[in-house]
């Protein structure tokens, strides 16, 4: 049943990649189905309940204090979507950020060596978490982790 809302969300992070890319902007509706997606899989997997609950938790309280340092290095709409997704992944939430900002850094590099890429650019971040998604679904697929 998980590999289910595992699929469903890499279906619902394209598009909002898509629309971030597109519109700097990732809809409430499609951050707020993800998270519904979350409370099913907190149903599911009852016994981890606490683990997804404090996952989710504290992404949106890190996420927020980074968002308030930098003065919104980090919008609104990856705050809800990371939050969401930790519903989902849990503690693997820390890979997916990992390699979201990783993939980000390893792209964003050579424009802003070239200067291609202006430093204050409003990076889409909805496509490296969708990057991330589905390299961790696929690495807990691998490891028999998703039933």
């Keep these: ?53 404090a996952s989710a938790a504290i992404a949106f309280a890190v996420f927020l204090l980074i968002a308030i340092i930098t003065g919104g290095g980090i919008g609104g709409g990856d705050i809800k979507l990371l939050t969401a997704l930790s519903l989902i992944f849990g503690t693997n ?14 792209i964003l590099i050579p424009g802003l060596i070239s200067k291609r890429i202006n430093t204050k650019v409003n990076l889409a971040l909805a496509p490296y978490i969708c990057f991330g998604v ?7 697929i691998w490891k028999g982790q998703i039933t």
């Design 1 to 53: 049943m998980q590999i289910i809302i595992y699929i469903i969300t890499i279906l619902m992070l394209i598009k909002i990649s898509n629309i971030d890319y597109k519109q700097k902007i990732i809809p409430d509706m499609l951050s707020l189905i993800i998270a519904l997606l979350g409370i099913f899989n907190l149903i599911i997997n009852f016994q981890n309940c606490k683990v997804y609950i």
């Design 93 to 106: 939430i820390l890979d997916i950020v990992a390699i979201t900002f990783t993939s980000a850094t390893i």
């Design 134 to 140: 589905i390299i961790i679904s696929m690495i807990l």
